[in-house]
């Protein structure tokens, strides 16, 4: 039904930058379904819980956890299927992998991608 993708995830020294991409394939029959999803991202360390990141919600809406407040942008082309994460001001303590997830922002996410591995050195 929905296949999630992404990429942009790297090595970048503290202070850095990255531009993390998700990129959904959606089969046709379950489009309309999926253009009401709410998207987010993810990430766990090794040795740590899975934490959620940040999610925007279809109507735009936004919300991110305190850790990345200021730092993280998520953000939606619609027309690409592609959702976006933003982070500057990049922490050791950002590296992670990092999964891109689509589902409902009140029951949760059911479908994620296979992650990609952020690593920010001081």
């Known amino acids: 039904q929905v296949q999630l993708v992404e990429s942009g995830g790297g090595s970048v020294q503290a202070g850095g930058s990255l531009r993390l991409s998700c990129a959904a394939a959606?089969?046709?029959?379950?489009?309309?379904?999926?253009?009401?999803?709410?998207m987010g991202w993810f990430r766990q360390a090794p040795g740590k819980e899975r934490e959620e990141v940040a999610r925007?919600?279809?109507?735009?809406?936004?919300s991110y956890a305190d850790s990345v407040k200021g730092r993280f942008t998520i953000s939606q082309d619609n027309a690409k299927n592609t959702l976006y994460l933003q982070m500057d001001s990049l922490k050791p303590e950002d590296s992670a992998m990092y999964y891109c997830?689509?589902?409902?922002?009140?029951?949760?996410?059911?479908?994620w991608g296979q992650g990609t591995q952020v690593t920010v050195s001081s």
């Open positions: 997830a689509a589902g409902s922002c009140r029951v949760g996410f059911n479908y």
């Open positions: 959606v089969d046709w029959w379950f489009r309309s379904t999926y253009s009401r999803y709410c």
């Open positions: 925007i919600d279809r109507d735009g809406s936004t």
